[in-house]
């Protein structure tokens, strides 16, 4: 079936550093790509997303690539702050009858003072 | 304020008692779905509706059920809960389906002994 891989699971950095976190899919017909951030003890919040007819999008410190024949895409922050402490959740969907949406795994993204 | 409420936030049962979570929606989306958060396995979709009377399948229906009755309330069944479904459960809607923003309650701990 369809399947959604993210890694790092945890990653620690410093303070005004970038972080990175890397999700690839497994069905060739998905066009929909979120992230999702998670504090703690709440649900899940859209904080970028990007569709197949693009390569690239940013909003402020967040950036989003995407590779549709690697079948990769990945999260970018820049200048990290103590408020990016949080699970960050890809996923993958397709405009389809079928419409499900598959997540990754979850990054937990430290950020040393 | 637009938003999406689940009730229990908390509960503890035994095997075998049927449950129910309610889910409601105040932003007249179409679609609505449920996922389960375990733990280095992501989130990952039990059910959704893409409109009254219309669910489906997502990655790990064993086990559950749901209804759309209405367009605001999805209701998560667990007929005979067993210890495996002790999760953290969180109900979410979009617009009008899995490539909108998904709008995600504050969530549902369900233990199950």
């Known amino acids: 079936g369809e399947n959604v891989e993210q890694h790092p699971s945890t990653l620690s950095v410093q303070e005004g550093d970038s972080a990175v976190i890397k999700c690839t899919y497994s069905?060739?017909?998905?066009?929909?790509f979120p992230w999702y951030k998670q504090e703690l003890g709440k649900g899940p919040q859209l904080i970028i997303d990007?569709?197949?007819?693009?390569g690239e999008k940013k909003d402020q410190r967040i950036a989003v690539t995407l590779n549709k024949t690697a079948k990769h895409f990945s999260l970018h922050i820049t200048e990290t702050q103590p408020e990016d402490s949080a699970v960050y959740f890809c996923?993958?969907?397709?405009?389809?009858?079928?419409?499900?949406?598959?997540f990754g795994s979850g990054t937990r993204l430290s950020i040393r003072p | 304020e637009a938003q999406v409420t689940q009730n229990p936030r908390y509960l503890i049962t035994v095997t075998g008692k049927k449950l129910t979570v309610t889910c409601s929606q105040n932003?007249?989306?179409?679609?609505m779905s449920w996922y389960r958060q375990d733990p280095g396995l992501g989130l990952r979709q039990i059910y959704y509706?893409?409109?009254?009377?219309?669910?489906d399948k997502g990655d790990v229906p064993e086990g559950y059920k749901v209804s759309r009755k209405e367009k605001r309330n999805f209701p998560l069944i667990l007929e005979s809960p067993s210890p495996n479904q002790t999760s953290l459960y969180f109900c979410?809607?979009?617009?009008?389906?899995?490539?909108?923003?998904?709008?995600f309650g504050p969530g549902t701990r369900l233990t199950v002994l």
């Open positions: 069905d060739s017909a998905s066009n929909y």
């Open positions: 996923a993958a969907s397709r405009n389809s009858s079928a419409s499900k949406i598959i």
């Open positions: 509706s893409m409109n009254v009377e219309v669910t």
């Open positions: 990007i569709r197949s007819n693009v």
């Open positions: 979410a809607s979009s617009l009008q389906g899995s490539t909108d923003t998904q709008y």
């Open positions: 932003m007249n989306h179409e679609y």
